[in-house]
T-cell receptor, first 112, second 117 residues
Framework: AAGVIQSPRHLIKEKRETATLKCYPI?????VYWYQQGPGQDPQFLIS???????DKGSIPDRFSAQQFSDYHSELNMSSLELGDSALYFC???????????FGPGTRLTVT | AQSVTQLDSHVSVSEGTPVLLRCNYS??????LFWYVQHPNKGLQLLLK??????LVKGINGFEAEFKKSETSFHLTKPSAHMSDAAEYFC???????????????FGTGTKLQVIP
């Protein structure tokens, strides 16, 4: 069965650079969730989208923005990167909201 | 390569009875294993984790899990279910690396626990 796809899987950026993470939900899923997990920490909810509209907002910094496109994939844009942004970024998708979430493999972002 | 299988998508128990949520994994590396809980409209919370120390791991809220290498299992148990335990539970596997961070994380598809009064 198709799963949630995230790209890239690994990304290395320098401070003050920008990064874009992509998430492709499971086919027919219309809701996407973004999480950030720092080393040794629980995943923190950032933001979610349902039918291309923001549905919920968590602890997403103002330097980050996200959107969901007409094909339901989502992109997380991160600007003015800081060392503390180094983390594993998970995307999850669901069919409807709030419904059971299926998690992707994550994108590991390293900021140097 | 690694994978994780949560054998039950739904588990229903009566309040005060034992809970068993099953998880089997496969991994080419020495794995770290985790159980997370997600309550409705809430974020993910770590219940417990195994990182090659004691095979019986105790977590929060009375949950525990036993790592059984021979069975490639990491089942989550609790002696007595409480109404507040109703939630979605995710089993997660990742390789253990030196830095303690996660190189690649694989989530199971989740088990929804229903607790009947």
């Amino acid at each position: 069965a198709a799963g949630v796809i995230q790209s890239p899987r690994h990304l290395i950026k320098e401070k003050r650079e920008t990064a874009t993470l992509k998430c492709y939900p499971i086919p027919r899923h219309d809701t996407v969730y973004w999480y950030q997990q720092g080393p040794g920490q629980d995943p923190q909810f950032l933001i979610s989208f349902y039918e291309k509209m923001q549905s919920d907002k968590g602890s997403i910094p103002d330097r980050f923005s996200a959107q969901q496109f007409s094909d339901y994939h989502s992109e997380l844009n991160m600007s003015s990167l800081e060392l503390g942004d180094s983390a594993l970024y998970f995307c999850a998708s669901s069919e409807g909201h709030p419904k059971k979430q299926y998690f992707g493999p994550g994108t590991r972002l390293t900021v140097t | 390569a690694q994978s994780v299988t949560q054998l039950d998508s739904h588990v229903s128990v009566s309040e005060g009875t034992p809970v068993l949520l099953r998880c089997n994994y496969s991994s080419s590396y020495s794995p770290s294993l985790f159980w997370y809980v997600q309550h409705p409209n809430k974020g993910l919370q770590l219940l417990l984790k195994y990182t090659s120390a004691a095979t019986l791991v105790k977590g929060i809220n009375g949950f525990e899990a036993e790592f059984k290498k021979s069975e490639t299992s990491f089942h989550l148990t609790k002696p007595s279910a409480h109404m507040s335990d109703a939630a979605e539970y995710f089993c997660v596997v990742s390789p253990t690396n030196e830095s303690g961070g996660y190189q690649k994380v694989t989530f199971g598809t989740g088990t929804k626990l229903q607790v009947i009064p």
